[in-house]
């Protein structure tokens, strides 16, 4: 029988995590202040541990991962990769499809990736608390299971329409000890505003982690936790990518093309930032972001410096970005919903050496229940973006003949997200692509920066 899936031993579990910085073309543009002039990492630390602060800055290839954070995650590490020989066969394509599946974590996503690094940083330089925001609350699970792991307190801020639509995320995160709280809230002066000037604001990522950097600054014992966006973050996910490379050695194969849905990034910089380390050197493999059309972060953004949330607290990034301000509508892969995405994504995509698409919301649901009634996984509508891209591109190999091999990010279970399915099957999900005078209104209120 044809080998489906590929396991590596705990030992295994890489003992550095890979620095895309050291092969980029081109150093990362500098990060700015509300002055803005380039800051340096002293700037950061009234919300972030140094030793974060350092990865954050760093361009060295290799950073070594902590054992106390190598043992956590033997939990759940090395995670399997697959072949979807059933999904092939339902395509009826010559294309070989893998795909490595990240929701065998307890939170089941990839999120416990960076949520256990950044929770052993924390601990270690003696603070007591975290705050932080989520989107579809793959995060905020993460962020809490990390905390109850190293005794930490942790508080969520959870973008209202997620907190409304995804109930057992909410039971997830007070399982393992968190406070959760719907944003905008009445607990912080951002929330406050926020109310105040529209009190059914259904909230975005933007607004969440305004709050969740304003909890962490206003006291001595709390730091700021991020899921996604930053670059120490992209680092602590490349877990994905090294352990797949490890994989497609023992399956004696390569990928051509590399799908992962994108949000602020953290998803795809995973699974595919290893990958470009072998195409700097040469390799040709394309690697592909994807996000939602309702959210056009890199498609259809515009790669200037602008703030990390809606309040303008965090430090300006050169980025793509729909602009601090942007308001998403409320689709079900709440998790892909911020207006800017990973300044080293941003910078890597504008320099063209990745590629990026936009889908639809109806067709990664259908997409997922493709993935779904053929390998019996049910996705998480986040992972089904870069489902949708990875068949479309499966069915296109169908029509010229060519065995290319694909490789996806199932970055986690759908098990929380039934909801989102019900109403794809009811027929009452809608698709909607961010209409472009909405779109430049949010863009003109970018920062006015001198470069």
Request: with cysteine.
């Amino acid at each position: 029988m044809p080998q489906t899936k590929f396991i590596l031993q705990e030992n295994d579990i890489p003992t550095h995590w890979y620095n895309v910085v050291a092969d980029m073309p081109n150093p990362p543009a500098p990060v700015l202040g509300p002055d803005g002039k380039p800051i340096g990492p002293e700037a950061l630390a009234p919300i972030f541990p140094m030793s974060l602060i350092m990865q954050e800055v760093s361009a060295e290839r290799w950073i070594p991962i902590p054992e106390a954070v190598r043992e956590a995650y033997r939990i759940y590490r090395p995670s399997p990769l697959f072949r979807a020989h059933r999904l092939e066969a339902a395509l009826g394509t010559p294309a070989k499809i893998y795909y490595k599946y990240e929701g065998v974590s307890p939170a089941g996503s990839h999120k416990v990736n960076t949520s256990i690094p950044q929770a052993y940083y924390n601990k270690e330089a003696g603070i007591k608390r975290i705050a932080t925001e989520t989107g579809a609350g793959q995060w905020g699970s993460s962020m809490a299971l990390a905390g109850h792991m190293f005794g930490l307190e942790v508080r969520v801020y959870m973008v209202k329409v997620s907190y409304e639509q995804k109930p057992f995320r909410r039971s997830m995160m007070h399982t393992w000890g968190a406070e959760v709280f719907a944003s905008p809230s009445m607990e912080t002066n951002s929330g406050r505003a926020a109310l105040a000037a529209d009190p059914n604001n259904p909230g975005s990522l933007g607004l969440a982690i305004s709050e969740a950097v304003e909890d962490a600054a206003n006291r001595a014992d709390t730091n700021y936790a991020l899921g996604s966006v930053l670059n120490h973050v992209l680092l602590h996910q490349t877990v994905i990518g090294l352990e797949a490379k490890k994989q497609f050695e023992l399956a004696g194969d390569y990928p051509d093309m590399i799908f992962a849905p994108c949000g602020g990034g953290s998803n795809f910089g995973g699974a595919a930032f290893p990958f470009f380390a072998d195409k700097a050197c040469g390799k040709n493999v394309r690697l592909v972001a994807v996000e939602p059309s309702s959210c056009p972060t890199l498609t259809r953004g515009k790669y200037a410096y602008d703030f990390g949330d809606t309040a303008k607290l965090t430090p300006m990034m050169k980025m793509f970005t729909l602009g601090h301000d942007f308001m998403p509508p409320g689709i079900h892969a709440g998790g892909l919903r911020y207006h800017g995405a990973s300044a080293l994504v941003s910078q890597l995509y504008h320099e063209k050496l990745i590629e990026a698409v936009a889908v639809p919301q109806t067709a990664t649901f259908q997409a997922g229940v493709t993935f779904a009634r053929a390998e019996g996984i049910i996705p998480a509508p986040e992972s089904n973006h870069g489902i949708a891209a990875c068949i479309d591109e499966a069915l296109r190999c169908k029509i010229s003949g060519e065995p290319k091999t694909l490789f996806f990010n199932l970055s986690g279970h759908g098990h929380f997200d039934m909801a989102a399915y019900d109403k794809y099957f009811s027929g009452s999900l809608e698709d909607f692509a961010y209409p472009e005078d909405a779109l430049q209104e949010s863009l003109a209120n970018l920062p006015q920066v001198a470069e």
